[in-house]
């Protein structure tokens, strides 16, 4: 064929945009693909599919697996090799790569299963240089119009930023991973390479130098020997690196591949930037020589160096914290001593500060208020001071023995109610009761009055701060000999275990609820002491929870004593001031100290948070604080300051270490449990110097220590300093924090048991749960709903035993954003452990793929639609077809489709098959008519139960209707793909109809042009194009009788099959025909169609068998056109071939002239014309198709001349059925005879002659035609007689035809025989018997219509 | 065209009545070739013979025909008529001729 312009056909690029007009442009009569007119249906399907759709695609057909890509394949994959690619050779355009695609798609094309890579790495040589890309792609294969393999589909998405994204994503979180937050240089640069080297993918090598005095050093590498020459910092232009520039360079010599098969031949030099300095050094990152640097690979570099950067610094300031800690140690263990020994020296300028304080307080004019307060805290104070001062010179002197007693008689009962009513105020004003029950003794006690009051005061002191509810007694009692002093209280008690230890020196009772953790440790001991110099004892009885008694027993008289401290003489009863500093320290626990504001100052304001049980520190602090600019607020205990902390973080929290409730150490641990407060900073205030303590605070997470007493200076500086510390140190987790905030995925971190219990800003924005709702416990709030959806609920619940169980993964699964809509996320999770808790976390991310995800399913729902429609011949199949489709995709109860086609019924199809109208319920017909008439391609989604859409079907408006299982919502998503799906399934159904009646049409041609309608007797012919659904090809038969009784014979094939061949071969079966008539000459009739065949486009080349029978003798004579050879099968098995007459194919110009040869048909032989679909095979040559064909028709001789055609058809169709158009014609010799005549009697002897002639003909003795003369004779004579007695003049037909070996004859009437009855009729019964002896076989078959009377016999050899 | 049937009676050389029969005989015809067998019987009075030697054809009605002479006949035949009398039981009172 050919006269048909590329143009023709192009419409199948229409869909293509930019695409397609390129391919349009490709000179496809040079590939092996031929001209787009020319295309088969098959290829012409896959390119609109493969240009229509949005997702990257590309396919190859024929034998040099032409490309073909769509204009997704071109942005996302194909690069600069557009549009050069299209209609190359696939081998060509992926030449790079074809070692690794090329076995898959041979694969496919040999197996015709589908192949799947995930996340493949191919190097694509699209962008000028060798690229590392991952894809994720399916081949499946394609199939031409027989169904044979051709090609094959790629359905491919691009994965290289994701892969390549999640990889640096990966080492940037390890990095991030860094167990403890404080750790020295060397440290930080071990981990980071140790994190740096997993990843030699986007990092071969990297080389890290710290500025040093001497110059640049090199700290750390990775990947590269620490003795390459690269590693001298001589060998790398460090000027950028100092001003704090990036510079890439150029790699010459040998240099360490990573994970690659080649060296890095760049790399890139980044300062490791400090904060406000020059760098701290730099870093070389050897660059993976198949990425090109862009911005997110410098920016990737930049972060690893800056992070490097910040664990660097971090290091330094802490090595510096710790130094300092160290130095304030030693200091601390100076004071120590320092106090111990002089501590009698302070004694002299307190009393310098005292008297003045007292002094300036007693003035009248002091009118300032706030100068008075600070007095009052002066003061008190100085008192508190001068107590510790005293208990601690007592200390002193009872252990160096110098404590001078002087022991007087005085009224116990007296003294101690004197003593006793100096605390009334202050425990009345903690709302406890007090009694004082001491009746007067009988005789009095020998007592040091000042040591005495230290004692009453010490246990009342301890009493009121120990007690919150109940009360305080103190009594006195006289009991044998002795006086005895009790102090009962109702207070926490002490645990019994607590007991022996209590009156130890410096013993405090952890844990214990009290106003105030003040104190000394030295109270009691001190008390014990001064008990036991008056020779007398004490003891405690307690019950936790209950209270405490404590019991003095002094004895009286003074025998005990040494009489050298004894005194006769009373002493003073006035109380001294050595009472005061009890009271007033005791009053300062209770509640309702005043907090005086102060006016806040603008400067670098931090917002403090202060936790000191002692209020007149909190108040010291607060005034100081705020002096300073800061905003603080002031707490009295480390519960309350852990409440405040979570309520509103401060940047740093000032805390005395000794508190109730919560003490300091207690409070750290807790703010660093929690992950809110765990960057929060904290600076521990104590007078527990000692660098154990200072330990003990620095393990337990505070971030500085501070030891009392401490100037306001120093305080400031190091509020200041762990400020900013904590600033530079949190650089880390803000970073990390921004990081993950500025993800564009969603960020989550799980716990163990699936509480989702850290996220990022987008996680909030993609679905809509904030970080307020934090934790996240499992069942999560975003869940699809269990009863309304689910399979949803199913998916996540299997995603999350993924999330669970998994070490890592990645899932897609519905999810409901918190408004109530739902959509898909991708998400990718991996197992770390938690650096600070050693627990498991899981750490995720996702993103948003809902559109993604319905694209996907639309696109491949479409697909698979058109897929469907493309395999439908007819429309009614199409519908069914493709209504199964529509019910899995949506798990439907079923789908209907209801066509509006005029009819007094709509046509109803089902998936259940076709039903009548009436079948359908009267609410679904109402529905389906109702939406007859909406717009069309609108779906109309009921509330339960379904959605319908109105769509074109050829023959009227169509319905469709999903029927969905109950409570199944149907989305604005369903609705959006059904209406895609309409639209398409109406086109399809569109192009279905236009094909099926072009069918109609070339069926119609065929049956006009393919061959005559009525052969002469004696022939069969088979038929059976290779083009689906045409039924029509290039090949034809023919038979013309011709004036004289000849019969002309012509079998041909015309290059090509399908609609257009057959055009060309009806005009070349129409010429032939006329030729013939007029010739009646084989040769001539060639020669003169050489002519027309030149004129007549596609008709170059085409083979023709053309020969002229004589029926009566089997003479024929034939001249054959580059035809296969004719075929002939004696009755006797023997083969002929006829083989001469031969010459070229029509239309091929040569010198000679169409020879013409001679054949006479013996009798009963086949004569086989068939063209080269019969026989041709691939990889066998065409004589051995022509010997199975002459054997099959050898093996089948003896059937009747239809059935032998049958048999040779099937025997010879491969097993995939005919791949080539196929003309068979068969003529047995002679023909058969077929006479009618008249029932009449008369009729007989012509009839017999004509029979006798016929037999003769057959080659048949003359006693079995004899035989057969006799039997005919006898069934026409009972035609005549009995068939038509009720009829005379009706007609009788005599059939004879041959088989190799036998004669069938048939003698049909129209009457009705009557059961033969040989008594009433003798000589018919005898006619009947010599049927039966002359005969192999007599049948006699009587209907409606007349009878059939058979005869066969076999002929004698 | 009705079938060709020439039925001459004569005698032979030994002066024995003889029917010769030439062409076909069927339904079309047996009529006559009955009626030409009751004259010929009637006219020997006693036995004679039919001469189908130069009949190409005999049907059921032929042969139906010869039945009622049965008696009274000798048929002379050739080898062609031969399968249908011997099927029709007259192979007994049938003259063949020599197989050739």
């Known amino acids: ?1357 | 065209m009705s079938t060709p049937l020439t039925l001459t009676p004569g005698r032979d050389p030994s002066g024995a009545v003889v029917l010769t029969a030439v062409g076909e005989i069927d339904m079309s015809n047996s009529a006559s070739f009955a009626a030409a067998l009751t004259d010929t019987q009637r006219d020997a009075g006693g036995q004679f013979t039919v001469d189908l030697t130069a009949v190409e054809y005999i049907d059921s009605a032929g042969l139906a025909a010869l039945f009622p002479h049965v008696d009274h006949l000798r048929l002379l035949s050739n080898q062609l008529l031969a399968p249908v009398l011997t099927i029709a039981g007259l192979d007994d009172i049938t003259t063949f001729p020599e197989a050739s």
């Open chain 1, 1 to 1357: 064929m050919g006269g048909v312009g590329p143009a023709a056909g192009a419409e199948v690029f229409a869909t293509g945009g930019d695409v397609g007009r390129d391919l349009m442009a490709v000179a496809w009569e040079e590939t092996p693909l031929g001209p787009p007119g020319q295309w088969p249906q098959s290829l012409r399907t896959a390119v609109s599919i493969l240009l229509s759709s949005r997702f990257p695609m590309w396919m190859a057909w024929g034998p040099q697996l032409t490309f073909f890509c769509n204009a997704a394949y071109r942005d996302d994959t194909l690069g600069s090799k557009y549009p050069w690619a299209l209609g190359r050779p696939a081998g060509e355009v992926w030449r790079e790569i074809w070692d690794d695609i090329g076995p898959r798609i041979l694969s496919v094309l040999d197996t015709g299963n589908a192949t799947w890579d995930q996340g493949l790495l191919l190097f694509l040589e699209r962008s000028g240089y060798r690229e590392e890309t991952y894809h994720t792609f399916s081949y499946s294969p394609l199939r031409d119009d027989d169904g044979a393999l051709v090609g094959m589909l790629c359905v491919v998405s691009e994965d290289t930023v994701q892969v390549i994204g999640e990889r640096r994503m990966a080492t940037l979180r390890d990095l991030g991973s860094d167990p403890t937050v404080i750790r020295t240089e060397d440290q930080v640069l071990a981990f980071a390479g140790a994190q740096l080297d997993r990843n030699r993918h986007d990092l071969p090598f990297t080389l890290t130098y710290m500025f040093d005095e001497g110059g640049p050093r090199l700290a750390a590498s990775t990947g590269i020997a620490a003795d390459h020459p690269a590693s001298d910092p001589a060998w790398w232009p460090t000027e950028a690196a100092a001003r704090g520039e990036s510079t890439v360079v150029d790699l010459e010599g040998d240099f360490p591949y990573g994970d690659w098969h080649e060296p890095a031949t760049q790399a890139l030099l980044v300062p490791l930037l400090q904060p406000g300095g020059i760098p701290y050094g730099f870093m070389v990152a050897g660059l993976n020589r198949f990425r090109a640097l862009d911005d997110g690979y410098r920016g990737f570099v930049e972060l690893v160096a800056g992070h490097v950067a910040a664990g660097i610094g971090s290091a330094r300031s802490y090595q510096a914290q710790q130094r300092r800690a160290e130095e304030l140690a030693e200091l601390d263990s100076a004071k120590t001593v320092f106090f111990s020994n002089i501590s009698h020296e302070f004694r002299t300028p307190l009393t310098l500060i005292m008297g003045p304080v007292e002094e300036l307080r007693g003035r009248p004019d002091l009118a300032d208020d706030g100068v008075r307060a600070e007095l009052d805290v002066i003061h008190r104070n100085g008192l508190r001071l001068g107590k510790l001062v005293n208990t601690l010179l007592d200390f002193s002197r009872i252990e160096a023995g110098r404590m001078q007693a002087q022991f007087s008689p005085l009224d116990l009962a007296a003294t101690t109610t004197e003593l006793a009513s100096v605390f009334r105020s202050a425990i009345e004003r903690a709302e406890l009761t007090f009694e004082v029950d001491c009746p007067p003794l009988p005789q009095p006690v020998y007592l040091d009055r000042g040591m005495w009051e230290k004692v009453v005061l010490n246990l009342l002191s301890n009493a009121l701060k120990f007690t919150f509810t109940g009360g305080v007694r103190i009594a006195v009692r006289a009991e044998a000999g002795a006086a005895v002093v009790t102090v009962t209280d109702t207070g926490v008690g002490v645990p019994a275990a607590e007991l022996p230890q209590l009156f130890e020196r410096f013993h405090r009772i952890e844990n214990t609820r009290s106003r105030s953790n003040e104190g000394s440790g030295i109270g009691l001991a001190l008390v014990k002491e001064l008990v036991e110099l008056h020779g007398g004892t004490i003891t405690a009885a307690s019950e936790p929870g209950r209270g405490t008694t404590f019991t003095i027993r002094l004895r009286f008289g003074a025998e005990h004593l040494p009489p050298e401290s004894v005194t006769t003489q009373g002493a003073g009863a006035a109380v001294s001031s050595a009472v005061d500093p009890y009271v007033e320290e005791a009053l300062r626990w209770l509640p309702g100290a005043p907090e005086e504001p102060v006016p806040e100052r603008t400067g670098h304001p931090a917002t403090v948070l202060v936790a000191d049980d002692n209020a007149d520190m909190r108040d010291y602090l607060t005034r100081l604080l705020r002096s300073a600019g800061h905003h603080v607020q002031a707490v009295p205990d480390g519960q309350a300051a852990l409440e405040a902390a979570r309520l509103r973080n401060p940047d740093l929290i000032v805390s005395d270490v000794m508190m109730p409730r919560l003490d300091g150490l207690q409070l750290v641990a807790a703010l660093r449990a929690d992950s809110r407060t765990a960057g929060t900073p904290v600076l521990l205030l104590s007078a527990r110097a000692g660098q154990e303590a200072s330990i003990e605070g620095l393990e337990a997470g505070a971030d500085d220590y501070l030891v009392k007493p401490f100037s306001s200076a120093e305080l400031l500086a190091r509020v200041r300093a762990n400020v900013e510390l904590s600033r530079l140190r949190n650089h880390h987790a803000r970073w990390r924090t921004a990081l993950i905030d500025s993800l564009q995925e969603a960020f989550f971190v799980c716990d163990e048991d699936g509480a989702v219990i850290e996220i990022n800003s987008t996680f909030t924005d993609v679905i809509g749960y904030g970080p307020e709702g934090l934790p996240y416990a499992p069942i999560h709030p975003w869940w699809p709903d269990q009863e309304s959806d689910p399979e949803g609920f199913q998916q996540v619940t299997e995603a999350f035993s993924l999330l669970i169980e998994a070490t890592q993964g990645t899932y897609t699964i519905p999810v409901k954003h918190r408004d109530g809509h739902r959509l898909w996320v991708a998400a990718s999770f991996n197992q770390v452990e938690d650096p600070d808790t050693g627990r498991r976390v899981i750490v995720g991310t996702f993103r948003d793929v809902t559109a993604e995800h319905y694209a996907v399913q639309r696109e491949s729902a479409v697909a698979r639609l058109s897929v469907r429609l493309s395999q439908a011949e007819s429309v009614p199949g199409a519908l069914t077809a493709v209504l199964p489709a529509l019910k899995e995709l949506w798990q439907a109860n079923r789908v209907i489709a209801t066509v509006f086609n005029g009819g007094a019924d709509p046509t109803v199809y089902t998936t259940e098959g076709p039903a009548p109208w009436d079948g359908l319920s009267e609410n679904r017909r109402h529905a389906l008519t109702v939406l007859r008439d909406e717009p069309l391609l609108t779906p109309v989604a009921e509330r339960a139960g379904g959605a319908g859409i109105a769509l074109e079907h050829p023959d009227g408006a169509m319905v469709l209707w999903v029927e969905l299982a109950e409570k199944r919502p149907f989305t604005e998503q369903d609705q959006t793909l059904l209406a895609l799906l309409a639209g398409h399934l109406g086109q399809g159904l569109h192009r279905i109809h236009q094909i099926d009646q072009q069918r109609e049409t070339a069926l119609a041609l065929q049956r006009a042009i393919l061959g005559p309608a009525q052969l002469p007797a004696g022939f069969a012919v088979r038929y059976s194009p290779a083009t689906r659904p045409l039924k029509v090809g290039g090949d034809w038969y023919d038979t013309v009788t011709l004036a004289d009784g000849r019969i002309g014979i012509v079998v041909g094939d015309c290059v090509g099959h399908g609609l257009q061949a057959a055009t060309v071969m009806g005009q070349l079966r129409s010429a032939c025909r006329a030729l013939l008539l007029q010739n009646t000459d084989p040769a001539q009739t060639l020669t003169a169609l050489d002519r027309f065949a030149s004129q007549l486009p596609g008709a170059m080349c085409a083979t023709v068998f053309c020969g002229v029978l004589d029926p009566a003798s089997g003479e024929l004579t034939y001249a054959s056109a580059g035809h296969p050879p004719a075929v002939v099968t004696h009755a006797d098995g023997a083969t002929d071939l006829l083989d001469q007459g031969r010459s070229r194919p029509l239309g091929v110009r040569s010198a000679t002239a169409r020879p013409e040869a001679r054949y006479r048909v013996p009798v009963r032989a086949t004569l086989l014309l068939y063209t080269d679909g019969l026989v041709e095979r691939r990889r066998q040559p065409l004589t051995a198709g022509i010997q199975r064909a002459a054997a099959a028709v050898q093996q089948a001789r003896s059937a009747a001349l239809e059935d032998l055609a049958s048999v040779v058809m099937d025997s010879m169709a491969p097993e995939t059925g005919y791949d080539d158009d196929v003309a068979l014609l068969l003529y047995r010799h002679p023909g058969p005879l077929e006479v009618d005549f008249p029932a009449e009697a008369t009729r007989l002897a012509t009839v017999r002659s004509m029979l006798r002639g016929w037999l003769a003909r057959c080659g048949v003795d003359s006693l079995t035609a004899q035989n057969v003369l006799v039997a005919a004779g006898e069934a026409c004579a009972n035609a005549i007689e009995h068939g038509h007695r009720q009829l005379p003049g009706g007609l009788i037909r005599l059939r004879a035809a041959a088989t190799a070996h036998d004669l069938h004859l048939t003698i049909t009437d129209s009457g009705l025989w009557k059961t033969p009855q040989p008594a009433a009729n003798p000589h018919r019964g005898r006619g009947f018997t010599l049927m039966r002896a002359m005969m192999t076989e007599v049948t006699v078959t009587t209907g409606a219509a007349g009878t059939i009377v058979g005869l066969q016999t076999r002929i004698p050899r």
